[in-house]
């Protein structure tokens, strides 16, 4: 795979006409609306769907990043809660998603004259399982960090390079990719979650994912999380009252895409 210099990077944004990008609040696509509008100004325009699976601690981070940096931005609505297909939440969930994102960002695009769609994927994500990636390849839409051949570490160098605050973020998927194949996404699920979890950062905690698997939910902690003294079986019974009969921690301890397992 060809490795682009961030020169290179810059000159393959630069040569896109009239773009658009889809940030969601994490460290690729943040940096990635950044470096395209350092390369097209006003040209550029990053978009975030309003949609119950992102979670309003990545919606406050989209939007104090976009204001820090001055990039121009809007909200679009998307529809896949509307989607039979995406809501049973089969192990396709993901291209379902995407697929209605992309489909709203080119009905958008094609309202206000804009050419070309951008995702933050990255070089990395090609070795997970990623549906989402066959939904952006049949909407012929542009990852630049792929194209480039850059994945997390360079990605991650470069944010820190530039002092940015978000250089340490850890992974941050949407809500519903918390909840085990097979169990219907809702409102109801994505916002227990996210109680949860906020539940766990109010602790300190920064590395973690709690997983709702139907009547139960298992924490996952990050290496360095394992290591701190908790009051686990408080935290237990605090995240009972949200609605799960049973809790626990899992004792393998938080794996990105855990759920892929499979």
Not at 23 to 45: R, T, W, Y
Request: hydrophobic residues 35%; negative net charge.
């Amino acid at each position: 795979m060809e490795h682009y210099s961030l020169d290179e990077l810059h000159l393959f944004l630069k040569n896109l006409r009239r773009p658009i990008i889809a940030i969601s609040g994490g460290l690729d696509s943040s940096l990635l609306a950044l470096l395209l509008f350092e390369a097209k100004g006003s040209e550029m325009l990053s978009l975030t769907a309003l949609t119950s699976s992102l979670s309003s601690r990545d919606r406050m981070s989209v939007m104090k990043f976009v204001a820090q940096h001055t990039i121009p931005h809007t909200f679009i609505e998307t529809s896949e809660f509307k989607d039979e297909h995406y809501l049973s939440n089969d192990k396709d969930r993901c291209y379902h998603c995407k697929r209605h994102l992309f489909s709203a960002m080119k009905k958008f695009a094609e309202e206000f004259s804009y050419q070309e769609i951008l995702y933050g994927a990255q070089k990395d994500d090609l070795d997970d399982y990623r549906p989402g990636n066959i939904a952006a390849k049949e909407a012929s839409v542009i990852a630049p960090f792929i194209i480039a051949g850059w994945g997390k570490s360079e990605i991650r160098a470069e944010a820190r390079r530039r002092g940015l605050d978000i250089a340490e973020k850890p992974a941050s998927p949407c809500l519903a990719s918390r909840i085990e194949y097979g169990i219907s996404v809702s409102e109801e699920r994505l916002r227990r979650i996210e109680k949860a979890e906020e539940l766990l950062y109010a602790k300190g905690l920064n590395i973690f994912r709690v997983r709702d698997r139907g009547n139960y939910a298992t924490i996952e902690l990050g290496k360095d999380e394992m290591k701190i003294n908790l009051d686990r079986e408080k935290i237990i019974e605090e995240i009972k009252l949200l609605g799960f009969e049973e809790v626990s921690f899992d004792p393998r301890g938080y794996r990105q895409g855990s759920l892929n397992e499979f």
